[in-house]
């Protein structure tokens, strides 16, 4: 069955400091992977996205994530994050082209301390 | 300049009423969708119509119907609204449906039912 899992329901990090969320999929075809953040009251926002070529892919707002087959996992970092950072972060995964959906993970949700 | 648009932005309602959520794409996108976010924060897929066509359709109780006039709009119809559909309604579109080009998602709508 397809799913997506992100083990950290809740990260805090310091401002500055690095930043690391956890994403592993599970699907049968070659995944399509997504990220997308959610500010507070806010539709979600398209950070990056996988479906070929360099595993290591560069997004908006200086996020990047590198997609590792082997473990099935597609983790986004960031080097140094800034308190508008804090937000709720959704890993996705889509099939091939003729599927329609994405499956979202539960969220993990990033508090940025000062 | 709202890419996608939804309206109402809140809605507070009785159990019992029938409510609408309508959403516009300006981005000249062939597909559409609902997804429902529930109170932890879980997406899941309603419907999706490409060019006025419903091509997906989850296990979603028959009072919720979805009506596309044209490929730039997609309402949502609840009817006998109970508690168990307080929830962020969000309205996304993509491209063409390709899981390559990612979603673009509305501001979203936030029911309450009393």
């Known amino acids: 069955a397809q799913s997506v899992t992100q083990p950290d329901i809740h990260i805090t990090v310091s401002e500055g400091a690095s930043l690391e969320l956890r994403c592993n999929y599970s699907?049968?075809?070659?995944?399509?992977l997504f990220w997308y953040v959610q500010s507070p009251g806010q539709g979600l926002q398209l950070l990056l996205k996988y479906f070929s070529g360099d595993t290591l892919v560069q997004g908006i707002k200086g996020f990047e994530a590198e997609f590792k087959r082997s473990q099935s996992s597609f983790n986004l970092r960031k080097p140094s994050v800034h308190w508008s950072d804090a937000a709720e972060y959704f890993c996705a995964v889509g099939g091939a082209s003729g599927t329609y959906k994405y499956i979202f993970g539960t969220g993990t949700r990033l508090k940025v301390l000062a | 300049d709202t890419a996608v648009s939804q309206t109402p932005k809140y809605l507070v309602t009785q159990m019992g009423n029938d409510k609408s959520i309508k959403c516009e794409q300006n981005l000249g996108h062939d597909t559409m969708y609902w997804y429902k976010q529930d109170s932890k924060k879980f997406l899941k897929i309603m419907f999706s119509?490409?060019?006025?066509?419903?091509?997906i359709n989850e296990t979603v109780p028959n009072r919720f119907s979805p009506k596309s006039p044209d490929k730039a709009h997609l309402n949502l119809h609840i009817n006998s609204l109970e508690l168990g559909d307080s929830a962020v309604y969000f309205c996304?579109?993509?491209?063409?449906?390709?899981?390559?080009?990612?979603?673009?998602f509305g501001s979203g709508t936030r029911l309450t039912v009393v």
């Open positions: 996304a579109s993509s491209q063409d449906g390709s899981p390559s080009y990612g979603y673009t």
């Open positions: 699907y049968g075809a070659t995944p399509y």
């Open positions: 119509y490409n060019n006025k066509e419903l091509i």
